[in-house]
């Protein structure tokens, strides 16, 4: 059988290599000095398994037992094993703050002090000024209480924990008014409700899908009643025979009968955006103004900063709040307060904020920006892609994304991409996006209405070039 094989070119299972023949070839030292003995032992292993039971069945060429073969199947397998799982894409969807995709871009400063944090010990718990062990907290306090006109604040590492810890420590096995229109499911099955269960508080749900008014909430407060409550309706709107009840009036109910008026603003944003162009949405400084206690926000979205739930209100509730043993389990790392501290910094200065602040540059970005870009990329697009596909330079509308002002849309430029041959285009559509997809820094788009769709408003002029260089030539 042997012979046979030979004959026909093919290597049989006793020639395969061993192990420390192929250990001690010179193909193999590139492959140990990357990845170490450990992972190269491991990797031949599997290699060597794997001819073994070819050659069993059928043989093998004699080529593939080559120690260079070898080398070069081995480095590949440990090369793959090695590339990041989080990667850069990308973001052509048209979706600001892409869930998916990480939310909020950081700015340059926020950066560079997530660096110095990573690098250097800091005084992450410790006090300066007396030596003594310090709060956490105290890094970015004064400066929430400043831009939101709050008596305390304090961090955790979402928006939706937040809202548990809040629930937690301020209405265990005691009610919570809200509305029906607020029981908001957002991403990843976050549900209102749900929230409210885990926390220990019994929902009391007051009003109707499309319409409350005060003396719901008003009627439904009694002996348990720990807190009014109100939910930013962050990712849908309700339209027509509606109603709903301000936060002042809310507010104004749960103060006459001694209770905490609190506020889920889910995004939540700082500065009035309509300054910037972009549609009106309540900020955190107005709804504290408005009366309410407590409002919890999220880090990550309007805010342009990282993954984190803020909380900011009165300084009993938070003292409170800060003595529940949920909140250490909660915490956020120093590196979160190091992303957050820079970009609080910047609201100091709001006249700088659309240039410094990437999410609200993106944001703001003017399409007579964007669709000179469209025009220059239209040809390199359609040269990679192909003469099965027709590209061309058209406006779009981009969403800010994350749940924040679901229903409002930017008007931005972009490239549509069609099939040209005849057939369905379901699979060749696919097809290239798959290919976009597997680029160095993968390309993500959206398919609809038949055509692939790449929004350009996330693309800035300094990613350009190499957005370019990765499609120069063809794809496939």
Not at 186 to 207: C, T, W, Y
Request: net charge neutral; hydrophobic share 45%.
């Amino acid at each position: 059988m042997a012979d046979q094989l030979s004959g026909a070119g093919l290597a049989a299972a006793s020639d395969i290599p061993s192990l420390d023949r192929l250990l001690n070839a010179e193909a193999l030292r590139p492959a140990l000095a990357t990845h170490g003995r450990t992972q190269v032992v491991a990797a031949l292993r599997r290699d060597l398994e794997a001819l073994r039971k070819r050659a069993l069945v059928g043989g093998v060429p004699r080529h593939e037992l080559e120690a260079a073969a070898v080398a070069a199947r081995t480095s590949a397998a440990l090369d793959e094993a090695a590339r990041p799982r989080l990667r850069a894409v990308y973001n052509l969807t048209g979706t600001v703050l892409h869930t998916n995709l990480g939310r909020a871009l950081l700015p340059d400063e926020a950066v560079a002090s997530v660096l110095r944090a990573l690098t250097t010990p800091a005084n992450l718990e410790f006090d300066l000024d007396t030596g003594g062990r310090g709060d956490r907290d105290d890094l970015i306090d004064d400066l929430l209480c400043e831009l939101t006109g709050a008596e305390a604040a304090t961090v955790v590492n979402n928006n939706a924990a937040a809202v548990l810890l809040m629930l937690n420590a301020l209405a265990d096995r005691r009610e919570v008014v809200v509305s029906r229109g607020e029981l908001v499911e957002i991403g990843g099955a976050f549900r209102i409700p749900d929230i409210m269960k885990r926390a220990g508080a019994k929902l009391v749900e007051v009003g109707t899908t499309n319409r409350t008014h005060a003396a719901d909430y008003e009627n439904a407060i009694g002996p348990r009643t720990a807190m009014l409550m109100k939910v930013h309706c962050s990712n849908y709107a309700v339209t027509g025979f509606t109603k709903s009840v301000d936060v002042a009036d809310v507010a104004a109910l749960a103060h006459a009968r001694g209770l905490p008026a609190t506020v889920d603003l889910g995004s939540g944003t700082l500065v009035d955006l309509t300054q910037f162009g972009l549609p009106k949405e309540d900020t955190v400084r107005e709804t504290i103004a408005a009366g309410a206690d407590l409002v919890t926000f999220s880090g990550d979205k309007l805010l342009g900063g990282p993954q984190a739930g803020l909380l900011v209100g009165r300084a009993d509730l938070i003292r409170k709040i800060k003595k529940n043993p949920l909140k250490r389990a909660l915490r956020v790392s120093k590196l979160t307060l190091a992303a957050l501290e820079p970009v609080l910094q910047l609201y100091r200065a709001p006249e700088f904020l659309a240039q410094r602040l990437t999410t609200l540059r993106l944001l703001t970005r003017p399409m007579r920006d964007i669709q000179p870009q469209a025009e220059r990329l239209r040809g390199v697009l359609a040269h990679a892609a192909g003469p099965s596909y027709a590209v061309e330079a058209v406006p779009m509308f981009s969403q800010i994304g994350s749940g924040a002002l679901p229903i409002d849309q930017l008007p931005s430029y972009g490239l549509a991409v069609r099939y040209a041959g005849s057939g369905r285009p379901g699979r060749h559509l696919d097809r290239l996006e798959t290919l976009l997809r597997r680029l160095p820094v993968p390309v993500i788009g959206r398919i609809a209405d038949d055509a692939l769709w790449l929004d350009l408003r996330c693309l800035e002029d300094r990613d350009e070039a190499a957005f370019t260089a990765q499609l120069a030539e063809p794809l496939a």
